[in-house]
């Protein structure tokens, strides 16, 4: 089961204007916690019974989400025995949404999302961005942003924030971009660049790297099934990142620049990188390369670098994303990876790394960008209600 930590502490969120938490805000967010974790619709009395709030409040707090529309109540099962079953609750699948966007070097993504986690619409565009002026890409993302939204299978969807997907260095904070290599951006504040191009939003845009938004939704898609709490998602494009996820969270490092996985050294004195340094592994590993010397020949600096991590982090399993999980890529990627995991990383022997291709596609990061977004309210529907008052 995914948890979500306070949009307050988390460093993807954008700042928000300070608000006195009131144990009313810490109660509904339990509440709500609770109806988007539960895998049925749940009761007012069994909320009341599971957080050992009165009946009373607890069915007021719900009444508060309902009036907001971030739950919905469903009829129950037809009554087979004595007693009339009382209705659920479950997130509003007409409620506010997240919308999540994708700069990459060779495409832009959209993604629309809603607070049950379902998919809700998704755009690509495709076309090599390098090169392009940063407020001409905006401008066809920020086209892209309305066309998804206009596209989403849900009538005219309130968008309640947007979270944007880079491929670089990200000062999540203050909603900055450090340096982008491969896209040749540096030092640009693309939340503010955004905030006047998007569609109506509420809250300010948060800003990710793309590996870490990609593994947040690889996170989120597992809940329903063998969910994968711990683990190093890897990022296969022009250039090559990871997301760290321990115990469902990412791990962001001190200044949220983990997992730059790409410029772990490969090969002493190689071809020189984007980054400034040489033998880096995204000269070999970064798609140029995969198309110049074929998967094979990836595969065991890739696996190599991925087993440094592992060996550090003590992860149990390794998920393969972006151009990895292509038909034309997987299959020898990860044969080779698991080869090399099983010769480099100390513990395999007792217990071997899992390595999974990505399921999700090309959007894997615009989709967990949306669920960012999403997260957001789960963790503090208190302020949503406060931003519909304000409204
Ligand atoms: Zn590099």
Known sequence: MARVSDHRTHPAAAPTPARQGTIRDANLALLYRLIVDAPAPVSRAALAAVTGMTRATASALADALLAADLVQEVSPPPATGAG???????????????????????????????????????????????????????????????????????????????????????????????????????????????????????????????????????????????????????????????????????????????????????????????????????????????????PEAAANPLGRAVAGAVNLLDLPAVVLGGVYARPEFAAALLRGVEQTLAEHVVSARWAPVAVHTSQLGETAAARGAAVAVVRRIHADPAGWLEVLTEA
């Open 84 to 294: 009339r079953p009382a209705a659920g609750l479950v997130p509003s699948s007409s409620g506010p949404v997240g919308l999540g966007l994708e700069i990459n070097v060779d495409y832009l993504a959209a993604s629309v999302v809603d607070l049950a986690g379902r998919v809700r619409g998704t755009l690509t565009a495709h076309g090599d961005q390098r090169g392009r002026r940063p407020a001409e890409v905006l401008g066809d993302l920020a086209e892209l942003a309305a066309q998804a939204r206009e596209a989403a299978d849900a009538p005219d969807p309130v968008v309640a924030g947007t979270a944007v997907a880079v491929p670089g260095l990200v000062e999540a904070s203050r909603g900055r971009i450090r340096r982008a290599p491969n896209l040749r951006w540096e030092d640009m504040d693309i939340a503010h660049e955004l905030r006047g191009l998007l569609p109506d939003a509420s809250f300010d845009p948060i800003v990710g790297n793309e590996a870490d938004f990609a593994a947040l939704a690889e996170a989120h898609a597992s809940r329903e099934h063998a969910a994968l709490t711990d683990f190093l998602y890897v990022s296969g494009e022009i250039g090559v990142g990871a997301g760290i996820v321990l115990g469902s969270e990412l791990f962001r490092g001190a200044r949220g620049w983990a997992g730059e996985i790409g410029h772990v050294t490969v090969e002493p004195g190689g071809a020189s990188c984007r980054c400034g340094a040489r033998g880096c592994l995204e000269t070999v590993a970064g798609l140029e390369a995969l198309r110049r010397t074929g």
